[in-house]
C-alpha cells in the first residue's frame, strides 16, 4: 500500500507539473473568431457556475475528453438529445444554441462482472454536435442564416487502480464551420483539437468502514470522499479562422480549463442517501496571461434523484459576471435504491449490470446577470 500512495503521488505531481508547464502567448483575445467555442451548453454545468471540466457525465465528451473515459468506466452507451437554448435572450430573440452527442466505451470490469481485479481499463467513443445559429438576415440573393457550428469526435482512454485512483485521457478533433454572410466570402472551414485530463482519488475507499444499522445485519452506513482535478487545452489549430479568401485571418479562442472539485456523500449500501459536490475553475485565454475567467459551484443531491445546484461566474472576456441556479432528475437514483432494497435483480450478470446502471436524467439551469439574464437551459439524457 505504501507503495502504491508513493506510484500515486508521483503521478499527481507528474500532472502538475505538465499542466504548469503548457504555456502560450502573444495576441489578442478580442480577435479571436468563433467564440461560441467557448459557449457551455451544459445545464448541469451552467447550474454551477459553468464548473464542466470535472463533470463526468453524458455531456463530458464535449468539454473534458479525459472525462468521457471516466463516464464509461460503468456504462456502455450513452445519449444526450438535442436540445435549444434561446442564447442571450435580453439581445436577441432568435438566436439559438444547439448540442447533441453520443458515446460508446467499454471497461474491463463490464466484461468481466465477476471479477473485481486491482486495475481496471477503459476506453470510449463519442460524436457530439454544437451549434449557434442566428435570426435570418436578408442579402443581395435572398435570406440567409448566419451560423457556427462544430462536429466534435472523441476518443479517450481511461486507468484506475482500485481504491486509489481514476484517471482519463482524451483527445477531440473539431470540424468547425462558420458562415457571417450569404455567398463564400462570408464562410469559412476549418479544424482544431482539444485535449483533456482528469484525475480522480476515492480517499474513502482507501479505509473500507460500514456503520451497520441497528438490529440490522443488511443494511449499513458509509461514506464517499472525492477529490478531483482537471484540466483541458481546447482549440488548438494550426491554422486561423479565414473567411473566404481573405487574408485578413483571426485565431480560434484557445484557452487553458483548470479546476477542482470535491465530492462528499453518506450511502446506505451502496445507494446514495445525500451528496455534496463543490467545484472552482478558471480558464485563459493563451494570448493573454491577464484575461482569466473564474467559475464556482455547488451540487446538492438527495436520493441521488434530485438535484439542486448554485453558482456564481465572471466572464472578463465577455464582460459578464452572473448567478446561476439549476435543478435535476435522475432515474438511476430510484433504481438503485430499488435494488438495495432487494427490489430487483437479473439472473445475467451483464444484464444486471446493465440495469443498474441504467439512468434517464432531465437537467435545467438558468442564467441571471447582464446580457445572460433569463437564459435558461435545458436537457434530456439517457445511458445505460
Not at 130 to 140: D, P, S, T
Request: glycine share 8%.
Amino acid at each position: 500500500m505504501v507503495v502504491m500512495c508513493k506510484i500515486t503521488i508521483t503521478l499527481l505531481i507528474g500532472l502538475t507539473v505538465v499542466i504548469l508547464s503548457f504555456n502560450h502567448s502573444q495576441a489578442d483575445i478580442t480577435d479571436a473568431a468563433v467564440t461560441f467555442l467557448k459557449i457551455s451548453n451544459s445545464p448541469r454545468a451552467n447550474g454551477m457556475g459553468g464548473c464542466i471540466i470535472n463533470l463526468v457525465d453524458e455531456q463530458a465528451a464535449l468539454y473534458n475528453p479525459g472525462a468521457l473515459a471516466l463516464f464509461h468506466r460503468d456504462k456502455f452507451v450513452s445519449v444526450n438529445f438535442p436540445n435549444n437554448t434561446g442564447w442571450l435572450p435580453e439581445l436577441s430573440d432568435d438566436t439559438k444554441l444547439r448540442s447533441w452527442g453520443v458515446s460508446a466505451g467499454i471497461s474491463r470490469s463490464n466484461l468481466r462482472p465477476d471479477d473485481t481485479p486491482f486495475y481496471n481499463a477503459f476506453m470510449a467513443v463519442a460524436f457530439s454536435s454544437l451549434k449557434l445559429k442566428q435570426g435570418e438576415l436578408v442579402g443581395i440573393s435572398g435570406s440567409y442564416y448566419p451560423e457556427d457550428e462544430a462536429d466534435v469526435f472523441t476518443a479517450a482512454l481511461g486507468f484506475e487502480l482500485r481504491n486509489i485512483i481514476r484517471l482519463g485521457f482524451g483527445f477531440s478533433h473539431k470540424a468547425i464551420k462558420s458562415r457571417l454572410a450569404e455567398g463564400l466570402a462570408g464562410k469559412a472551414e476549418l479544424t482544431a483539437r482539444d485535449y483533456g485530463l482528469i484525475a480522480q482519488m476515492p480517499l474513502s475507499d482507501l479505509v473500507p468502514h460500514k456503520i451497520y444499522l441497528e438490529n440490522s445485519d443488511d443494511y449499513y452506513i458509509n461514506f464517499k470522499l472525492i477529490p478531483s482535478f482537471a484540466c483541458v487545452w481546447a482549440n488548438y489549430s494550426d491554422k486561423d479562422v479565414c473567411y473566404g479568401t481573405s487574408t485578413d485571418c483571426d485565431p480560434l479562442p484557445k484557452t487553458i480549463r483548470r479546476g477542482g472539485s470535491v465530492y462528499f456523500g453518506i450511502n446506505v449500501n451502496n445507494s446514495s442517501l445525500f451528496s455534496v459536490l463543490l467545484a472552482g475553475e478558471t480558464d485563459k485565454s493563451i494570448f493573454d496571461d491577464d484575461v482569466k475567467n473564474y467559475h464556482n459551484g455547488i451540487e446538492f443531491g438527495l436520493f441521488e434523484t434530485f438535484y439542486y445546484r448554485s453558482g456564481h461566474g465572471i466572464d472578463r472576456f465577455g464582460g459578464m459576471e452572473f448567478d446561476s441556479y439549476g435543478l435535476g432528475f435522475s432515474l438511476h437514483g430510484v433504481i438503485s435504491w430499488l435494488n438495495t432494497l432487494n427490489k430487483l435483480k437479473m439472473e445475467n450478470e451483464i444484464l444486471n449490470k446493465i440495469f443498474n446502471n441504467m439512468n434517464l436524467t432531465y437537467n435545467f439551469a438558468r442564467y441571471d446577470g447582464g446580457a445572460l439574464t433569463n437564459t435558461n437551459f435545458f436537457k434530456l439524457s439517457l445511458s445505460f
